[in-house]
């Protein structure tokens, strides 16, 4: 897995250079399931996607009342912790607590999964 982007919401998007059967795709590693998730796009697709996709609807789990506030906050290197965790039954990005913590943090924590 090659990562070629990652999200306010600590999730990262990869191009899948052999992990799975579908090279050259791109997956999304999901905060809220800990999984790569095919996102059954190759890059130039994805591109498309960022620029015309439906981001309100592929990020309405993640977000909350204000979010925007929040995360034109964060500086380039960081992104949202939960608390719940969006994995944890008890998590969602309207009930849990959010904090900035470093890519670096949160891509530690997603590879140990």
């Given at each position: 897995?090659?990562?070629?982007?990652?999200?306010?919401?600590?999730?990262?998007?990869?191009?899948?250079?052999?992990?799975?059967?579908?090279?050259?795709?791109?997956?999304?590693?999901?905060?809220?399931?800990l999984?790569?998730?095919?996102?059954?796009?190759?890059?130039?697709?994805?591109?498309?996607w960022?620029?015309?996709?439906?981001?309100?609807?592929?990020?309405?789990?993640f977000?909350?009342?204000?979010?925007?506030?929040q995360?034109?906050?964060?500086?380039?290197?960081?992104?949202?912790?939960?608390?719940?965790?969006?994995?944890?039954?008890?998590?969602?990005?309207?009930?849990?607590?959010?904090?900035?913590?470093?890519?670096?943090?949160?891509?530690?924590?997603?590879?140990?999964?």
């Open positions: 897995m090659l990562v070629v982007a990652y999200d306010a919401a600590g999730g990262f998007f990869a191009l899948n250079t052999g992990r799975y059967e579908d090279a050259g795709r791109i997956y999304y590693f999901a905060p809220d399931t999984e790569w998730e095919s996102t059954e796009l190759a890059y130039s697709g994805f591109m498309a960022l620029g015309e996709g439906d981001l309100e609807q592929f990020y309405q789990t977000r909350w009342k204000g979010w925007q506030e995360v034109r906050q964060l500086e380039a290197d960081q992104v949202m912790s939960y608390y719940p965790p969006l994995r944890s039954a008890e998590g969602d990005g309207e009930n849990s607590s959010k904090s900035p913590i470093s890519v670096k943090e949160a891509w530690l924590a997603a590879v140990k999964q």
